[in-house]
């Protein structure tokens, strides 16, 4: 049991390339989570989605675009990379929580450092 | 305004000392409150949880909320050279969509 993998672990990149980040998990989770992490500015949800073949749109979407076509993957696309989307990624998981009562843990990854040149 | 307020440290303490980290913020919604602990280059992992107000204790660790001054609290008692990490508090309205505090760095001393 792997928990939540994501590749690759470190990147440089030049300004306007494009990427892919890979998130995958074992844990059969429904919802899934890429995040940003800067210095000063906490993790900052960049887009979500609820199952297979969904997305939402979170706090800091612009320059990326996701893409959910089996639920254990969740793909993170940079289409022309900008000096500001130099950060740490995470990725992360979790169940549905029972309204009103649960709230489930976020699982997340060991987290992808991009830097853009 | 940040919607959550969290003092970025660092803080450093000796080994044996209570730690008291704390947050504030400004959506009244806020219902579930977390705690995570992230080591350094690793992924954040949850280490407590509260929903609405009260306070939960775990062990050496002691979280509180008070959500009429829209305060939160993490205590850590007898403080381990282990749990030198970033501490960062989060908060949600409906438990998913989840805001983040910046993060205090802790140092605790041997």
């Known amino acids: 049991n792997a928990g939540v993998t994501q590749t690759p672990k470190f990147r440089v990149l030049k300004t306007g390339q494009s990427m892919t980040l890979l998130c995958a998990q074992d844990?059969?989770?429904?919802?899934m989570y890429w995040y940003r992490q800067d210095p000063g500015m906490g993790l900052r949800l960049i887009h979500y989605?609820?199952?297979?073949?969904?997305?939402a749109k979170g706090e800091v979407p612009d320059g990326y675009n996701v893409s959910r076509l089996k639920k254990q993957n969740f793909l993170l696309g940079l289409e022309s990379a900008a000096p500001s989307q130099t950060s740490v990624y995470f990725c992360?998981?979790?169940?549905?929580?029972?309204?009103?009562?649960?709230?489930?843990?976020?699982?997340f990854g060991p987290g992808t450092r991009l830097l853009v040149l | 305004q940040k919607e959550v307020e969290q003092d970025p440290g660092p803080l450093s303490v000796p080994e044996g000392a209570i730690v008291s980290l704390n947050c504030t913020y400004s959506?009244?919604?806020?219902?579930?409150f977390m705690w995570y602990r992230q080591y350094s280059r690793k992924g954040p992992e949850l280490l407590m949880y509260?929903?609405?107000?009260g306070n939960k204790e775990d062990g050496r660790f002691t979280a509180q909320v008070d959500k009429s001054s829209k305060y939160i609290s993490l205590f850590i008692r007898d403080s381990q050279p282990s749990d030198s990490a970033t501490y960062l508090c989060?908060?949600?309205?409906?438990?998913?969509?989840?805001?983040f505090g910046a993060g205090t760095r802790l140092f605790v001393k041997a």
């Open positions: 992360a998981s979790s169940r549905p929580g029972l309204a009103g009562v649960l709230v489930e843990t976020q699982y």
């Open positions: 844990m059969n989770h429904e919802y």
């Open positions: 989605s609820v199952g297979e073949g969904t997305t």
């Open positions: 959506n009244s919604a806020f219902q579930y």
């Open positions: 509260t929903y609405s107000s």
């Open positions: 989060a908060m949600s309205e409906e438990g998913f969509k989840t805001i």
